[in-house]
């Protein structure tokens, strides 16, 4: 199901727990670095996707080279990274299970976005999952934090 209304937004946004943010990047001036800073900031608990970083913490966050390798179940996929990267991702992401697909802006795949309403899966595309957070009004009361 392709999300896009404001209601359904808010719904997913409410009820994320886990959250995995692929392609999360120590420098500060990534949008993958600062919208997970403002999502840690609201109490989701955040696995960072990145091979380059495997096994370091980012902002606290436990870097992992796949989503594979994450030991829990994750309710969003956050993606930052290029659309041709996105068949890949997808492949694992359906290994691991997911609740919502999130593709940020300019990482868009047409082809993975196809296949995951085929699948019946839940994605969000083309859109910023902070911007959406601030616009919508999440406060970070709706989250405390879960260790």
Known sequence: MLVE???EIREILKDMKKVAVVGLSADPSKPSHYVSKVLKEKGIRLFGVNPRYEGQNIMGIKVFKSLLEI???IDVIVVFRPPEDLPQILEEALQKGFKVFWMQPG????????????LGRKVVAGRCIKIEAQR????SSLHPLRE
Do not use: C, R, Y
């Open 136 to 139: 919508l009004g999440i406060p």
């Open 71 to 73: 030991p829990e179940d």
């Open 107 to 118: 990482t868009v795949n047409e082809e993975v976005k196809k296949q995951l309403l085929l």
């Open 5 to 7: 209304s404001d209601e």
